[in-house]
């Protein structure tokens, strides 16, 4: 492999991909917290463990190499002072304004000798009862006293496609929409700065977590080799993609095309994957509900080095095949293009699919309405269980990162 980061495609045949197996951080998922930490439901973490192990398991049958996020960030943890400032930059970040408690967690993750334990744990969160003679002393953590926590849990993470996104052979170290999730990028820093298979190879970041402006990886779509598409959405601004399309062209990374799809700000559709994904050379999964009130804007670069960017005229199956260099493109409607089955399958991410090749894609079981619309569209479907999983409000792509997918080209 010449490069760890390689993907220029949505549906290039998957090589390598990073999961994250949900751990205790959905144990401590409470229902009074479910909003503040984007959550609807409680999962049932054992079984949403057994779910994901297929998924993973159905992956490696393909012969994809699947990393985990949890055991990566670990192997970045490679010395003494990586740690120590990787434990204080967590603390930091999770708002501990108690000098004395701060202390005092540092404390305890410090004596955790193994690094993946430590991981684990920073992902799981802390409780006050972990901390025998912890008394709120400041009028903050008064206020909130009937939090159990004192470091909040982060049961998004089992959702790795968001926190950052692989842009051809560069990364977008993404800020994140929530403060609940933001904490979550760090492993993501970690790993690109300090693992081996990662630190030194001079991959290009197009985005950086420091930034100001939100953008999420279930937003960012690779259309192709020279043309990437980003959501305007509940979780990713305009002027994020503007910056993104800004750094792509000047590291000339080969991309020639940003195109921003505007899908309103509802958290129902929360990222462009939820409602549109591609899964072959000209085929699309997408929610009837966009499709018509959906607006384009090209972004592409001038040789001043400045933005040119000009709002598409048209139906959006002509501006994709416009861009794709094809024909003519197939949409493929979640709920077969049913009012009442869209609204319910899309809910359950029916047009939230990972491609692992042209024409293959890893779908949820339960939306059987969409899914048989994929098959008498000629793609092959490869079906996962998903009583538990879908409770986070995300699909296949959203619980996967490509690392490196085969050239369409080769």
Not at 297 to 321: D, F
Request: hydrophobic share 35%.
């Amino acid at each position: 492999m010449s490069t760890p980061i390689n993907v220029f495609s949505e549906i290039g045949k998957l090589e390598t991909v990073m999961l994250h197996r949900p751990g205790n951080e959905l144990s401590n998922l409470l229902p009074d917290e479910l909003q503040n930490l984007l959550f609807d439901d409680i999962p049932f973490l054992e079984q949403a463990q057994k779910e994901h192990d297929y998924f993973a398991e159905v992956l490696q049958a393909k012969g994809i190499e699947v990393l985990y996020l949890e055991d990566l960030a670990a192997e970045s943890l490679r010395n003494k002072d990586i740690r120590e400032k990787f434990i204080k930059q967590y603390l930091d970040e999770a708002n501990i304004f108690n000098q004395t408690l701060k202390t005092k967690l540092q404390e305890k993750l410090t004596a955790i000798k193994d690094n993946r334990e430590l991981v684990d744990k920073t992902m799981a969160g802390v409780q006050k009862v972990e901390l025998p003679k912890y008394k709120a002393v400041s009028l903050t953590e008064m206020m909130d006293n009937s939090s159990p926590f004192v470091i909040d849990p982060l049961p998004n993470l089992y959702f790795t496609r968001d926190n950052f996104a692989t842009v051809g052979h560069g990364i977008s170290l993404n800020r994140m929409y929530s403060s609940t999730r933001q904490r979550e990028t760090i492993y993501g820093q970690y790993i690109f700065d300090h693992h081996p298979r990662f630190s030194g190879k001079n991959i290009p970041r197009v985005y950086d977590r420091n930034n100001v402006s939100q953008i999420e990886g279930g937003d960012e779509l690779i259309l192709s080799e020279k043309v990437i598409a980003i959501g305007i959405s509940q979780r990713t601004e305009a002027i994020s993609i503007e910056r993104l399309a800004k750094n792509v062209f000047d590291r000339k990374l080969g991309f020639n095309c940003v195109l921003a799809f505007n899908i309103g700000q509802k958290r129902k559709f929360m990222h462009l994957d939820t409602v549109f994904t591609m899964v072959d050379y000209d085929k699309f999964t997408i929610h009837p509900e966009i499709e018509e009130m959906l607006e384009v804007y090209s972004i592409t670069p001038k040789n001043t080095g400045e933005l040119k960017i000009a709002k598409e005229r048209g139906r959006l199956e002509h501006i994709l095949a416009k861009y794709l260099h094809r024909d003519s493109v197939q949409f493929i409607r979640c709920g077969d293009g049913n009012q009442t089955a869209a609204a319910r399958e899309q809910w359950n991410d029916g047009s939230n699919t990972l491609a692992i090749a042209p024409g293959e894609v890893i779908v949820y079981d339960r939306n059987m309405i969409t899914n048989k619309a994929l098959e008498r569209a000629g793609v092959k479907l490869n079906y996962i269980p998903s009583s538990e999983l879908v409770r986070g409000r995300g699909g296949p792509r959203c619980m996967s990162m490509p690392l490196s997918r085969k050239s369409l080209t080769q």
